[in-house]
């Protein structure tokens, strides 16, 4: 099952690979591991991108593991995919070329929390759940959630954000500097722990979003926030899309400072409601969280739901109870499991689509989408990171009909044509991957493409850092 990627890059000569293979070998012993079902899950297992498994994995457990990794990879021109926790969207652990992926999993420390300073440095394999565990006695939190418990490495690599961004932005706002490893194996330091700096090239920007092609990050430091003091969630329900996102806009550009703003429509309340056993009213909803003092939290919610009476919602009902605000939000955190429970089977695929437009054009590309989707004849319910107007399409199709699988191409391409005519783009904050490589040159032209192929050829002139990522071949 699955959509087969096409412009795959070469594979390395099999006597360079096999040459490869005995000298991680000798190097890692049982840490490399070559079975079919390990590679397998090394390879894209999210979506109905088909999977490409790398030739063997190596389990790292220090920086100097990934050195020696990437220096007997480079000297047989292999390529090297880093793995953090495979959550990624848009094929970007598969291995087109094959070659060695490189499992961050066990380098999971965390190095250093400067409490005072509100920053800590972590090896690349910590997640965010257990990176909120570590953090917590000490009345600090790292906000980034993209629902998935995601590696802080993969996060920084995909410039992931989620939920939360809407108050205290994505992974581009949240790391300070970076250790990577390049490719005759030394390590490159992007920055230092101060707040801001004006020294040179900003590497750590060039590296978060690089989605592993230049090469591979082996130490972060991030900031960190304090656990806010009060936090309060809420739900609204509206009669339209148009005017769920309309309230969107309004709290936004009258400044209310929403901690997270999620849309559900009609049907991604239904798949909720079914999967999580919820009994919300299935016409479109906002989730809402606001951070802050007691009162600041009150006239937050207050502020708001007189927004959400003006744009036709229903009465907004909030809460600070903490086991009523994680049932609301698991269910959200769940919703792309709700959506594939709807349509149980073999062939079925989930893809998510992930654009993101100006604020002020949210209402009109949720409301064009819904129209579409009905065009068409799809199943897509609709859920999103609204207060950035970024929003995601989970499209259900039977990979095994020809038809659906078309118009459901073509919903995609049309769901990316119209945000880029919108000023958007194909990606808020999934990245580009295999499979939205088709959509860059439109967003950004010719010549941006051909800027990153230089980057690329300068920082990796091998082409071993997962190849076929990102920029098309030209
Ligand atoms: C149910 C679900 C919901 C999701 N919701 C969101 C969301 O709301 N927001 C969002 O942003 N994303 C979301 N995602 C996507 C995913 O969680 C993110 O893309 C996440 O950042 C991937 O992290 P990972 O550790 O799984 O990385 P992986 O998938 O392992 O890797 C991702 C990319 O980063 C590279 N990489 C990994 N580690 C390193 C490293 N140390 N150095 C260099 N390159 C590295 C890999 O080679 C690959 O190219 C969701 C995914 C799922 C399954």
Known sequence: MGTAITNNPPRPEPKALASALEQLAARFGNRLITSQAVREQHGHTTTWIVNQPPDGVVMAQETADIQDVVRICAKHGVPVIAFGTGTSLEGQVNAPAGGISIDLRDMNKVLAVHAEDLDCVIQPGVTRKALNEHLRDQGLFFPIDPGADASLGGMASTRASGTNAVRYGTMRDSVL??????????????????????????????????????????????????????????????????????A???????????????????????????????????????????????????????????????????????????????????????????????????????????????ISRLADCVSETEED???????????????????????????????????????????????????????????????????????????????????????????IFNPGKIVPQA
């Not at 926030?225 to 809420?234: L, V």
Request: glycine share 10%.
């Open 373 to 463: 989707l009905k065009r068409l004849n799809l199943l897509s319910p609709i859920v999103g990171h609204v207060g950035d107007g970024n929003f995601h399409c989970s499209l259900v199709c039977d990979t095994n009909d020809a038809a659906e699988m078309a118009r459901g191409e073509e919903f995609m391409h049309r769901l990316v044509e119209r945000a880029q005519a919108m000023d958007g783009t194909c990606t808020g904050e999934h990245g580009i991957g295999q499979g939205k490589q088709k959509y860059l040159k439109a967003e950004l032209g010719p010549e941006a493409l051909d800027a990153m192929r230089a980057l690329k050829k300068a920082l990796d002139p091998q082409n």
């Open 177 to 246: 500097a970076l250790k990577v490893v390049r490719g005759d194996g030394e390590i490159i330091t992007t920055g230092t722990r101060a707040k801001k700096s004006s020294a040179g090239y900003d590497l750590t920007h060039l590296f978060v979003g690089a989605e592993g092609t230049l090469g591979i990050i082996s130490e972060l430091t991030i900031r960190l926030r304090g656990i806010p003091e009060t936090i309060a969630a809420g739900a609204v329900s509206f009669e339209t899309v148009h005017g769920a996102c309309q």
């Open 248 to 358: 969107v806009i309004l709290a936004i550009q009258t400044g209310i400072p929403v901690a997270r703003i999620e849309l559900l429509n009609a049907a991604q309340v239904k798949a909720c409601n079914s999967y999580s056993k919820l009994t919300l009213p299935e016409t479109p909803l906002l989730l809402m969280e606001f951070h802050g003092s007691e009162i600041e939290v009150a006239e937050q919610s207050k502020a708001f739901g007189e927004i959400a009476r003006e744009c036709g919602g229903g009465d907004f009902s909030w809460t600070t109870k903490p086991e009523d605000r994680t049932k609301l939000w698991q269910a959200r955190h769940d919703a792309y499991w709700s959506v594939k429970a709807l349509r149980p089977g073999d062939s079925i695929g989930v893809v998510a689509t992930d654009v993101c437009v100006p």
